[in-house]
């Protein structure tokens, strides 16, 4: 796997995945950035959450659960103090489909924390507490 980061100016920068997919990060503008994409570690915390909400519906769909919607929302805290790394993330699921059951949809997310997403495990190896939840709502 590989990626390469140019600095365009300021605090923007262009990414581009091996893969040829591209994403600007940007910095605060009271440091310099002009927010024109999202913070590094903000990008941190979309990736951790990609990564959870796939193996999530890899898991229900593979269980033939009808699910039809899957939304994560991940907040975190920072240290006080530099390197500003995490500390705490919570990933609440809000999983929607048609006659779920709610033994398999807790399992998904056991599964991705405990065996399966590699951003999660990599920044617990590294000392970050992280939570789940989940909720469940039937398809309209």
Known sequence: MKATVKWTDGRQFVTESGSGHSVVIDGN???GGRNTGPRPMELMLMGLGGC???DV????????QAVTDCVAT?????????PAVF???HI??????RALKESQVKRATELSATKYCSASLMLEAGGVEITH???MKESA
């Open 29 to 31: 503008p009271d440091n």
């Open 52 to 54: 959870t909400s796939y």
């Open 57 to 64: 519906i890899n898991i229900l769909e593979k269980s033939r």
């Open 74 to 82: 991940i907040e975190a805290e920072r240290a006080d103090t530099t």
């Open 87 to 89: 500390t705490k993330i």
């Open 92 to 97: 609440h699921f809000v999983v929607t489909g």
């Open 133 to 135: 939840s989940f909720e």
